[in-house]
């Protein structure tokens, strides 16, 4: 009876972060960039049934075929969370512009309660014998599995994924008798790590060391190497044939070019705005490339060391300190062996590309093995001391609480993200002007703040283009004409991205201007005033006079937001 009221205990403390999330399906929570990518891609596939994004980079226009509505395939995001996302969109119905923050809560609250679900399955697998069960409580009560639920990404597919494939690890140890066995959890874990390449790119780089786990711990049987193969190599075809199908190469991943990015020579995702790259990487990284890189990925493992402890909580110090003890079960240390080795080569390879707030994401993935290493290693600590019954509980109980406090601190700090002001009048009774760009279906939008643009605008929406070339550039790449120019006059200007859009500083400020004095003009004065807008010198050649719609802020600070109608090109 006690041990049927501690698994009931045990099953509600799993569910109260879900139901604590449940109000954020009505509320939702402010978006990264990384976050709002992955939603737009998952929009647009849900709408359109084919993987795309209406996110256009004009980098990544030169190298992809766009689509007939001027979007660009996708091959930044992995394909199996991107098609569950979608189908989450589709039976919510949330397919049109504002829409699918909802849809992606709730699949991230399925996937946190199910991960576990998962997590409680590979402790009692892990340790039978010992009461290993809080690492689910561990899991759900971190801080990075939280922020995961109600951000669109695969950071909760991946832990699940994590624990499955450790579960299909850990039997595989077996003796000479029970080849057949062994060759089933080979065949298993093979799947799983498919799964997890159409889910994340970078598991990739784990294939080598999943190849030598297999090949050790089975006493190199070749029939358990064919089959993990076989069957990894079936699951990974739907993503390596597509990148074939669109690119010719079956390894192509769009963000490789991200290594050149975020270091001294291309702050930020400057490279994005542009239409071709200044240097080929092969070039750059001999010329002083290769130290900036280096640079740019220790700054970036310093600042996921800093961020680890709220990811996973404590329960990551007591997986560090169970490399203090031997488990009986030696398939169990062979798994810590194993993870001790991956998970710091894995975050210094995605150190060379990725920020750190997407490099810590994918800590998510090692969680539930973690969590698991960290509870069995405080039960068993706890049993050898064979302390008092009560003293025991109240040791247990700490650890338990201080483990999910960063959870709780995650949690308190959630906040319900408004639709932002400078897009709130294409939305409302303005909309008209919105609707001209959704229905003219031969055109996209150019916008300084494209990821916001295009989350409420429901088009496709390219980043602002560095000069009159890139302009023309991508218009022949899309076979599509940029119908509207989109600014946000109060931009801030303290981001290293905004540096690809610094010709255009002189430009903001006299918007602000003349929509300062506009305001009170006739129509007539307003239409001549609309002529002394200023354009930076490398595109003042390429653009004719466009009207231009200035728009209040239903705000007290009186900010303005502007939509440019109607760029018409001198065609050199």
């Known amino acids: 009876m006690n041990r049927l009221v501690r698994n009931v205990l045990l099953l509600l403390l799993l569910a109260v972060p879900c139901l604590a999330l449940l109000p954020r399906l009505n509320s939702p929570t402010p978006l990264s960039e990384s976050g709002l990518d992955q939603l737009l891609a998952s929009r647009y596939t849900a709408a359109t049934n084919r993987l795309g994004t209406p996110l256009i980079r004009?980098?990544?226009?030169?190298?992809?075929?766009?689509?007939?509505?001027?979007?660009?395939?996708?091959?930044?995001?992995?394909?199996?969370?991107?098609?569950?996302?979608?189908?989450?969109?589709?039976?919510?119905?949330?397919?049109?512009?504002?829409?699918?923050?909802?849809?992606?809560t709730l699949l991230g609250i399925i996937l946190l309660l199910s991960g576990g679900l998962t997590t409680l399955w590979?402790?009692?697998?892990?340790?039978?014998?010992?009461n290993a069960r809080w690492a689910a409580l561990f899991f759900v009560w971190s801080g990075g599995a939280i922020l995961a639920t109600i951000t669109p990404g695969p950071g909760l597919l991946l832990a699940i994924l994590g624990a499955l494939l450790?579960?299909?690890?850990?039997?595989?140890d077996v003796s000479a008798s029970d080849k057949r066995a062994s060759v089933g959890q080979a065949l298993a874990a093979g799947a799983l790590w498919g799964l997890l390449f159409l889910t994340i790119y970078s598991g990739l780089l784990l294939l080598p060391f999943l190849i030598w786990h297999v090949w050790s711990v089975t006493r190199r049987d070749p029939r358990a190497i064919a089959v993990f193969l076989l069957a990894?190599?079936?699951?990974?075809?739907?993503?390596?044939?597509?990148?074939?199908?669109?690119?010719?190469?079956?390894?192509?991943?769009?963000?490789w070019i991200e290594l050149a990015m975020r270091t001294d020579s291309y702050p930020g995702t400057t490279l994005y705005h542009s239409g071709s790259l200044p240097k080929a990487i092969m070039n750059y990284l001999p010329n002083g490339g290769v130290s900036e890189v280096a640079s740019?990925?220790?700054?970036?493992?310093?600042?996921?060391?800093?961020?680890?402890?709220?990811?996973?909580?404590?329960?990551?110090?007591?997986?560090?300190?169970?490399?203090?003890?031997?488990?009986?079960?030696?398939?169990?240390?062979?798994?810590?062996r194993l993870l001790f080795m991956i998970m710091p080569l894995h975050l210094a390879a995605l150190s060379l590309f990725f920020s750190a707030e997407e490099c810590v994401s994918v800590l998510l993935f090692y969680a539930p093995l973690v969590m698991t290493l960290g509870a069995g290693f405080l039960e068993t600590v706890v049993h050898a001391r064979r302390l008092p019954r009560l003293h025991a509980r109240g040791v247990l109980l700490f650890w338990i609480v201080a483990c999910c406090v960063s959870g709780v601190s995650q949690l308190l700090a959630l906040r319900t993200a408004p639709a932002p002001a400078r897009l709130y009048a294409f939305l409302g009774p303005s909309g008209a002007n919105l609707e001209r760009v959704q229905n003219n279906t031969d055109g996209v939008l150019?916008?300084?703040?494209?990821?916001?643009?295009?989350?409420?605008?429901?088009?496709?929406?390219?980043?602002?283009?560095?000069?009159?070339?890139?302009?023309?550039?991508?218009?022949?790449?899309?076979?599509?004409?940029?119908?509207?120019?989109?600014?946000?006059?109060?931009?801030?200007?303290?981001?290293?991205?905004?540096?690809?859009?610094?010709?255009?500083a002189e430009t903001y400020r006299r918007v602000i201007?003349?929509?300062?004095?506009?305001?009170?003009?006739?129509?007539?004065?307003?239409?001549?005033?609309?002529?002394?807008?200023?354009?930076?010198?490398?595109?003042?050649?390429?653009?004719?006079?466009?009207?231009?719609?200035?728009?209040?802020?239903?705000?007290?600070r009186g900010d303005y937001s502007a939509i440019f109608w109607d760029l018409m090109y001198l065609r050199s």
Not at 519 to 534: G, H, K, T, W, Y
Request: net charge positive.
């Open 513 to 556: 201007g003349l929509f300062s004095i506009s305001e009170l003009l006739p129509p007539a004065e307003r239409d001549m005033l609309s002529n002394r807008i200023f354009y930076p010198e490398s595109i003042r050649s390429s653009i004719r006079t466009f009207q231009v719609t200035p728009v209040r802020e239903p705000s007290s």
């Open 446 to 504: 150019a916008a300084d703040d494209p990821f916001t643009m295009a989350h409420y605008a429901n088009v496709p929406v390219t980043f602002l283009p560095a000069s009159a070339t890139d302009f023309q550039e991508l218009e022949g790449r899309l076979n599509k004409q940029i119908v509207a120019f989109g600014v946000t006059p109060a931009l801030r200007w303290d981001r290293p991205e905004d540096a690809a859009i610094a010709p255009w």
């Open 232 to 255: 990894a190599g079936i699951f990974a075809v739907p993503q390596l044939a597509r990148a074939y199908k669109v690119t010719k190469n079956p390894l192509y991943h769009s963000r």
């Open 166 to 172: 450790c579960a299909a690890l850990l039997p595989l």
């Open 58 to 104: 004009p980098l990544e226009a030169a190298r992809l075929v766009s689509y007939g509505d001027g979007a660009l395939p996708d091959l930044r995001h992995g394909i199996l969370y991107t098609g569950l996302a979608s189908v989450s969109m589709k039976v919510l119905k949330e397919t049109k512009g504002g829409q699918g923050q909802r849809a992606t």
């Open 296 to 336: 740019k990925s220790s700054r970036t493992l310093i600042e996921v060391l800093s961020r680890a402890i709220s990811t996973l909580g404590l329960g990551l110090i007591l997986f560090i300190a169970s490399s203090l003890i031997r488990f009986a079960d030696h398939r169990l240390n062979q798994l810590r």
């Open 122 to 130: 590979l402790s009692s697998r892990c340790f039978p014998r010992r």
